[in-house]
T-cell receptor, first 116, second 113 residues
Framework: NAGVTQTPKFRVLKTGQSMTLLCAQD?????MYWYRQDPGMGLRLIHY???????AKGEVPDGYNVSRLKKQNFLLGLESAAPSQTSVYFCASSEPPGLVRIYEQYFGPGTRLTVT | GENVEQHPSTLSVQEGDSAVIKCTYSDSASNYFPWYKQELGKRPQLIIDIRSNVGEKKDQRIAVTLNKTAKHFSLHITETQPEDSAVYFCAASGNFGNEKLTFGTGTRLTIIP
């Protein structure tokens, strides 16, 4: 079991360029999430998905788009990168909550993105 | 939306002493409160969590307490060890489930040998 994986691990972009970050999980989880982590600001939710074909906005969605065409993959796109999007991006996945138990979010290793 | 405040931002304790990290939340509907540990350059990992129908939960040297009336919850680490050095994040979920966690800004805990 690889758990949650992210591609790429590092990337440097110029302002205005576009890119896609790929998240994959092999735990058959329904829910997937994209966070960004900036110094002193903790983890902030960008977008999330509660199932294949569905996505929803989180706390900081502007400048990002997402797609969940397959249950195991969740893609994060930056159409026109800006220096303010320099951050570490984490993907996570989990089972949906049950009546008795709430399932933890499993995080990927992160992608360090620098926009110059 | 939910707002989670976490204190202190940095904490240094002698090895063997206890460490306490506190968080407050704003949404009275929040009902799930996990704590994550993140070592340098690594991914966050869940260490303990608590639901709103429980006031305290303990797992070996780690405990979490919840005061719903005051809307605050705390992480307690006893008999600290060097491997406890990391950044700790609290979080709160404002919905029934865990699909929208709001995180605190983190506490960098350093254990002094």
């Amino acid at each position: 079991n690889a758990g949650v994986t992210q591609t790429p691990k590092f990337r440097v972009l110029k302002t205005g360029q576009s890119m896609t970050l790929l998240c994959a999980q092999d735990m058959n989880h329904e829910y997937m999430y994209w966070y960004r982590q900036d110094p002193g600001m903790g983890l902030r939710l960008i977008h999330y998905s509660v199932g294949e074909g569905t996505t929803a906005k989180g706390e900081v969605p502007d400048g990002y788009n997402v797609s969940r065409l397959k249950k195991q993959n969740f893609l994060l796109g930056l159409e026109s990168a800006a220096p303010s999007q320099t951050s570490v991006y984490f993907c996570a996945s989990s089972e949906p909550p049950g009546l008795v138990r709430i399932y933890e979010q499993y995080f990927g290793p992160g992608t360090r993105l620098t926009v110059t | 939306g939910e707002n989670v405040e976490q204190h202190p931002s940095t904490l240094s304790v002698q090895e063997g002493d206890s460490a306490v990290i506190k968080c407050t939340y704003s949404d009275s509907a929040s009902n799930y409160f996990p704590w994550y540990k993140q070592e340098l350059g690594k991914r966050p990992q869940l260490i303990i969590d608590i639901r709103s129908n429980v006031g305290e939960k303990k797992d070996q040297r780690i405990a979490v307490t919840l005061n719903k009336t005051a809307k605050h919850f705390s992480l307690h680490i006893t008999e600290t060890q060097p491997e406890d050095s990391a950044v700790y994040f609290c979080a709160a979920s404002g919905n029934f489930g865990n699909e929208k966690l709001t995180f605190g800004t983190g506490t960098r805990l350093t254990i002094i040998p």
